[in-house]
Structures are given as structure tokens and as C-alpha cells.
């Protein structure tokens, strides 16, 4: 990523991308409103929220399994709703060549 993220509203792979899962990570966390987007959020903030997200997955062994019953519940819903909302807009799970 160079510049600033347009936003998990305006990622280009629909909130998909490593960042939007980054963020929606944040949500589950409670780092982080759910209303956050992160637009104009430079290369350095997304690195001190990865920093956040990791510790916080740390504890967990980072398998949404071990999660405890509150958090479970807020991955599968957060990410859920993600994936329906991103494959409504045309993304596609499938791996391609460039990928």
C-alpha cells in the first residue's frame, strides 16, 4: 500500500483485502468502532493497528476456535455479514493466476 487507504467502504477488493480483514479484527477486538473505516489511514496507523490486532490474537493461539463464546459469536457475524455484503458486490473467492 502507498499513500493512504481509501477505506474499508472503497477497498478495491470489496473489504477483502488483508487490510479489511485487519480492520474488521479491530471490531471484534474492540480496538477499534465498528463504524471505523480507516480512510486516509497512512502505512504507519495500519502498522500500530496490526500491532494491536496481533497481541489480542496472541492470546487465542490466532484460531477464531479458541476465541471465547462473545468474540466467536462477533467473528462469525463480522466476517459473515463482510463476505455476504463483498460477494453481492461482485467479489469472488477464487484464487487466480495472480494471486
Same mark, same amino acid.
Given at each position: ?5 481509501? +477505506?474499508?467502504? !472503497?477497498? @478495491?477488493?470489496? +473489504?477483502? !483485502? ?5 480492520? $474488521?479484527? @479491530?471490531?471484534?477486538?474492540?480496538? #477499534?468502532? *465498528?463504524?471505523?473505516?480507516? @480512510? +486516509?489511514?497512512? &502505512? +504507519?496507523? #495500519?502498522?500500530? #493497528?496490526? *500491532?494491536?490486532? /496481533? ?6 493461539? /490466532?484460531?477464531? !476456535? $479458541? #476465541? ?5 459469536? $462477533? ?5 459473515? /455479514? &463482510?463476505?455476504?455484503?463483498? $460477494?453481492?458486490?461482485?467479489?469472488? &473467492? ?6
Amino acid at each position: 500500500m502507498s499513500g493512504q487507504y481509501a +477505506g474499508l467502504q !472503497s477497498d @478495491a477488493q470489496f +473489504g477483502m !483485502s488483508p487490510v479489511g480483514t485487519l480492520i $474488521r479484527d @479491530a471490531w471484534i477486538f474492540g480496538i #477499534l468502532p *465498528e463504524t471505523e473505516q480507516c @480512510a +486516509g489511514w497512512n &502505512a +504507519g496507523m #495500519l502498522q500500530n #493497528l496490526y *500491532e494491536k490486532v /496481533h497481541a489480542e490474537w496472541s492470546k487465542y493461539g /490466532h484460531l477464531p !476456535s $479458541r #476465541l471465547p463464546p462473545e468474540l466467536q459469536q $462477533r467473528h462469525e457475524k463480522i466476517h459473515a /455479514h &463482510a463476505m455476504a455484503k463483498a $460477494r453481492a458486490l461482485g467479489w469472488n &473467492a477464487e484464487l487466480d493466476e495472480n494471486d
